[in-house]
């Protein structure tokens, strides 16, 4: 399975908008726990960028890398899968 997210960030790496995530190959949009999965990953995005320094939350790098690993660890520890994952940056 693929599992693309977007987030948009300030400057300062603070979330201006809700992520953003689409799959493929993980999901059954119909199960309900399938939606409270999708629910825990933007939680623990949240959770990831918050205990990100400030400093390393402006690295666009930084960033991706910490969500990407983050969220496979996540995945595997939930679901038992390691999908490919993305991370779309957006600073406004």
């Known amino acids: ?13 603070d ?3 809700d992520p953003q995530i689409s799959t493929a190959g993980l999901f059954d949009e119909t199960d309900t726990r399938d939606t409270r ?6 939680d623990e995005i ?8 400030r400093q390393d939350r402006t690295d666009d790098h930084v960033v991706h890398e910490e969500i990407r690993i983050g969220i496979r660890r996540f995945l595997f ?16």
């Open 1 to 13: 399975g693929v599992i693309h997210i977007t987030l948009v960030l300030s400057e300062r790496g």
């Open 46 to 53: 949240e959770d990831i960028l918050a205990d990100m320094e």
């Open 37 to 42: 999965v999708k629910e825990e990953i933007i």
């Open 77 to 92: 520890s939930a679901l038992r899968l390691k999908p490919t994952t993305t991370v779309h940056i957006v600073r406004v």
């Open 15 to 17: 979330l201006v908008a």
